[in-house]
């Protein structure tokens, strides 16, 4: 793979995400979204030079950090190695950054009112394939 995503002697052809085994300033980029999110940034941007005629630049990936939910209030962030937490605080910035990297007020407002409905009520709505057999037969 080429330094600005491309594929070795086509580049008219590039791979962005998990299928990317890219590398920027010498280290692997991971295969997560926003490392995809910005991989596709980069590609728009080859395009666009490309059909101005000026040259390309190198993929620059810029890790953002790391946070995942690990129960019901309950999360870590890894923001830098200064900057890491855990617990609710973590929680809480976990779920405004998923909400606001939604694409509509529509998606937004509804992905609130269904994790506050589901903080509320301890509803999970998880649908896990566990190969065990419940008797149930509706999909």
């Not at 995503?5 to 692997?28: R, T, Y």
């Not at 190198?58 to 890894?78: E, H, L, W």
């Not at 910035?93 to 509509?104: A, G, N, P």
Request: charged share 15%; net charge positive.
């Amino acid at each position: 793979m080429s330094a600005d995503l491309s594929i070795e002697g086509h580049p008219e052809v590039f791979v962005i995400g998990d299928l990317a085994a890219a590398q920027s300033d010498g280290k692997v980029v991971p295969g997560v979204a926003p490392a995809a999110t910005q991989g596709g940034q980069h590609v728009a941007s080859c395009i666009d030079a490309d059909l101005a005629g000026t040259s390309r630049s190198m993929f620059r990936y810029k890790d953002k950090g790391s946070m995942a939910t690990i129960g019901r209030s309950k999360a870590v962030a890894y923001l830098g190695p200064k900057l890491q937490f855990g617990g609710y605080f973590a929680w809480l910035v976990w779920w405004v950054v998923h909400i606001m990297t939604l694409i509509d007020f529509r998606s937004k407002a509804s992905a609130m009112a269904n994790w506050g409905w589901q903080y509320l009520t301890g509803q999970r709505v998880a649908r896990l394939i566990t190969g065990r057999s419940s008797g149930h037969t509706n999909v």
